[in-house]
């Protein structure tokens, strides 16, 4: 067992009005976001199955095809892999993501050591 204090941890940092503290397990990555509002979820994609929860807050979420759809704390999103997704954020929000297989990327943004 390993134990990781949030308020301890290097924060992934890179995108205006985010942070999100990161840890690893084999083949699983999870992340806890601070989000202000008016932060902008780019457009992407990433071959990661993708569970989020939304702690506080909410997120209008845009999807291909010009579909959108409003997430409010206590719901749940499934991302299918390689399915692109963004949005912006409604208001502070905390949200946590569960990705499979783990993010190398992350990994590698955060000298992230097994």
């Known amino acids: 067992m390993k134990l990781y204090k949030c308020d301890e941890m290097k924060k992934k940092d890179d995108r205006p009005g985010m942070k999100a503290a990161i840890v690893h397990?084999?083949?699983l990555t999870?992340?806890?976001w601070?989000?202000?509002k008016g932060a902008d979820l780019a457009d992407h994609s990433h071959p990661h199955?993708?569970?989020t929860l939304l702690v506080s807050g909410g997120i209008r979420f845009r999807l291909t095809g010009g579909e959108s759809f409003t997430a409010t704390a206590g719901d749940y999103l499934i991302f299918e892999p390689n399915e692109?997704?963004?949005g912006e954020v409604?208001?502070?929000t905390i949200a946590i993501?569960?990705?499979s297989p783990a993010r190398e990327d992350f990994k590698a943004q955060l000298g992230?050591?097994?």
Do not use: C, N, S
Request: no cysteine.
């Open 25 to 27: 397990g084999d083949g």
């Open 30 to 32: 999870l992340t806890r």
């Open 34 to 36: 601070e989000m202000k």
């Open 49 to 51: 199955a993708q569970i």
């Open 84 to 86: 692109r997704h963004g």
């Open 90 to 92: 409604l208001e502070d």
């Open 97 to 99: 993501d569960a990705f």
């Open 112 to 114: 992230w050591e097994d």
